[in-house]
């Protein structure tokens, strides 16, 4: 049994996924963004000075960038609503545990190059097939030396070099994360960094865009010149105090909810600019049938319970993509989403895990390369059944988008929402009016 968690919440156990009964009137608070409270930590690791983070996410994700960061030799006070983090020379001989988090794999193996000594790396089982190769090569083209017993994967360890030149390539196609981690630490660099992506596509443009904005409000340069380069120029890293907007692509689900179950669903907090990938939900869910409307920092979404099917491209969007997706299994149309090859690195092979999932609740759903197509909501409806989640916390929230509509629904460790959003049951619950 599961202690103090709410019934079926942990580890093994199924969570009854909550039905819809009546249409929603709920306003969801969401907590910050894993992408920009990993950003803004590594800044602050590497700043001039010691930098506040207000509104940082509490997560697995965050507490293993955390854990790595100290590991590093950097101080964090993350005991209250603020946190302080203090700089200080990145030390060598740590052991850096990424569990699940792309963040923590992708962003921090750079900073090694800032090292006085080998820093090893490893996570969880599902981490060790996550794609890393193209970031480890660049590393070894920084004159790193790079153990990791020719896998291209974790566990890792990364040997600081005497000098690092000012050019690197790297292909990104199977991850933004790749160019984001080199940006990152391209500022502590004698000379900056020249980055240059060699891969054919290159998904979560907003990603990197994110992460230049980032470098940018800390008072560093950065110059694209062509839409596959980025320049970093050295400087030191001043973010100032920063305050993380709440993470949009975690707001997705329950905006998705308002679809499902019919009424209005409000996200406060909703930044009037933003590079997160979330951006893109009130434009698709309005294809699919919502109202969307933003006034002030109030994104409010407005259902009557039907959902149309889509096509579309979710190359610059790929985190969102399992919520859609939910969607477009309960959609009365067919619908088609490209650009999302890359997904098969995610947490899981998101795209076959989808398909595998629509199919055991009786809807069609089919994956290929870079594509998943769906059929619509059968006319008998789905079925319920104990959803599988992979470990990933995107397919925890897809399983109980459907539930919303589909009696009899479990989603198999629901727990794994901690990796980016620890409090997802009673939210989900809270949105419905029912006790966490
Ligand atoms: O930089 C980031 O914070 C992220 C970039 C994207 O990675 P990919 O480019 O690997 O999809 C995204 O999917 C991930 O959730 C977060
Ligand atoms: C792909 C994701 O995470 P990560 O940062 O671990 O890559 C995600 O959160 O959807």
Same mark, same amino acid.
């Given at each position: 049994?599961?202690?103090?968690?709410?019934?079926?919440?942990?580890?093994?156990?199924?969570?009854?996924?909550?039905?819809?009964?009546?249409?929603?009137?709920?306003?969801?608070?969401?907590?910050?963004?894993?992408?920009?409270?990993?950003?803004?930590?590594?800044?602050?690791? *590497?700043?001039?000075?010691?930098?506040?983070?207000?509104?940082?996410?509490?997560?697995?994700?965050? =507490?293993?960038?955390?854990?790595? *960061?100290?590991?590093?030799?950097?101080?964090?006070?993350?005991?209250?609503?603020?946190?302080?983090?203090?700089?200080?020379?990145?030390?060598?001989?740590?052991?850096?545990?990424?569990?699940?988090?792309?963040?923590?794999?992708?962003?921090?193996?750079?900073?090694?190059?800032?090292?006085?000594?080998?820093?090893?790396?490893?996570? =969880?089982?599902?981490?060790?097939?996550?794609?890393?190769?193209?970031?480890?090569?660049?590393?070894?083209?920084?004159?790193?030396?790079?153990?990791? =017993?020719?896998?291209?994967?974790?566990?890792?360890?990364?040997?600081?070099?005497?000098?690092?030149? =000012?050019?690197?390539?790297?292909?990104? @196609?199977?991850?933004?994360?790749?160019?984001?981690?080199?940006?990152?630490?391209?500022?502590?660099?004698?000379?900056?960094?020249?980055?240059?992506?060699?891969? &054919?596509?290159?998904?979560?443009?907003?990603? +990197?865009?994110?992460?230049?904005?980032?470098?940018?409000?800390?008072?560093?340069?950065?110059?694209?010149?062509?839409?596959?380069?980025? +320049?970093?120029?050295?400087?030191?890293?001043?973010?100032?105090?920063?305050?993380?907007?709440?993470?949009?692509?975690?707001?997705?689900?329950?905006?998705?909810?308002?679809?499902?179950?019919?009424?209005?669903?409000?996200?406060?907090?909703?930044?009037?600019?933003?590079?997160?990938?979330?951006?893109?939900?009130?434009?698709?869910?309005?294809?699919?049938?919502?109202?969307?409307?933003?006034?002030?920092?109030?994104?409010?979404?407005?259902?009557?319970?039907?959902?149309?099917?889509?096509?579309?491209?979710? @190359?610059?969007?790929?985190?969102?993509?399992?919520?859609?997706?939910?969607?477009?299994?309960?959609?009365?149309?067919?619908?088609?989403?490209?650009?999302?090859?890359?997904?098969?690195?995610? &947490?899981?092979?998101? *795209?076959?895990?989808?398909?595998?999932?629509?199919?055991?609740?009786?809807?069609?759903?089919?994956?290929?390369?870079?594509? *998943?197509?769906?059929?619509?909501?059968?006319?008998?409806?789905?079925?319920?059944?104990?959803?599988?989640?992979?470990?990933?916390?995107?397919?925890?929230?897809?399983?109980?988008?459907?539930?919303?509509?589909?009696?009899?629904?479990?989603?198999?460790?629901?727990?794994?929402?901690?990796?980016?959003?620890?409090?997802?049951?009673?939210?989900?619950?809270?949105?419905?009016?029912?006790?966490?």
């Amino acid at each position: 049994m599961s202690g103090a968690l709410p019934s079926g919440t942990g580890p093994g156990e199924a969570w009854d996924a909550p039905v819809a009964h009546r249409p929603l009137d709920a306003t969801v608070s969401v907590p910050g963004s894993k992408s920009l409270t990993n950003r803004y930590l590594v800044l602050a690791a *590497l700043a001039a000075e010691p930098v506040t983070v207000t509104g940082g996410l509490r997560s697995r994700d965050s =507490d293993l960038m955390i854990g790595a *960061l100290r590991g590093l030799g950097v101080e964090v006070d993350d005991a209250g609503d603020e946190w302080c983090v203090t700089p200080g020379p990145i030390r060598g001989g740590a052991h850096v545990d990424c569990g699940l988090a792309g963040t923590v794999m992708r962003f921090v193996p750079p900073m090694v190059l800032l090292a006085d000594g080998p820093v090893s790396f490893d996570g =969880d089982e599902g981490a060790r097939v996550r794609p890393m190769g193209p970031l480890l090569d660049a590393l070894r083209l920084l004159g790193a030396t790079v153990d990791d =017993d020719g896998r291209g994967t974790l566990p890792f360890t990364v040997t600081p070099p005497e000098e690092v030149p =000012d050019v690197v390539e790297v292909d990104a @196609s199977s991850s933004s994360q790749f160019v984001t981690g080199l940006l990152l630490t391209a500022p502590r660099l004698d000379d900056g960094l020249t980055v240059r992506h060699t891969g &054919e596509t290159l998904p979560s443009l907003p990603h +990197i865009d994110m992460t230049c904005e980032a470098l940018r409000a800390a008072g560093i340069r950065v110059d694209q010149p062509d839409e596959r380069t980025w +320049i970093v120029h050295p400087g030191e890293i001043r973010p100032g105090d920063v305050r993380v907007e709440p993470d949009l692509s975690n707001a997705g689900p329950f905006m998705a909810a308002a679809l499902v179950a019919g009424g209005t669903v409000r996200i406060p907090g909703w930044p009037a600019v933003t590079t997160q990938p979330g951006a893109y939900y009130p434009e698709l869910l309005t294809r699919m049938g919502a109202a969307c409307t933003l006034e002030g920092d109030v994104m409010t979404v407005v259902g009557d319970g039907t959902v149309h099917g889509i096509d579309a491209d979710l @190359s610059p969007a790929g985190e969102i993509t399992p919520t859609i997706a939910a969607l477009c299994a309960l959609a009365d149309g067919p619908s088609r989403l490209t650009g999302i090859g890359h997904l098969r690195g995610h &947490e899981t092979d998101r *795209l076959a895990a989808i398909a595998a999932e629509v199919g055991r609740v009786g809807g069609r759903c089919v994956a290929d390369d870079d594509a *998943l197509e769906f059929g619509g909501i059968p006319p008998a409806g789905l079925t319920g059944a104990a959803m599988e989640t992979y470990h990933d916390h995107r397919m925890a929230t897809f399983a109980a988008i459907i539930g919303l509509a589909v009696p009899d629904l479990r989603v198999v460790n629901v727990g794994t929402t901690a990796k980016t959003m620890p409090g997802f049951p009673a939210l989900w619950r809270g949105m419905l009016g029912l006790d966490g």
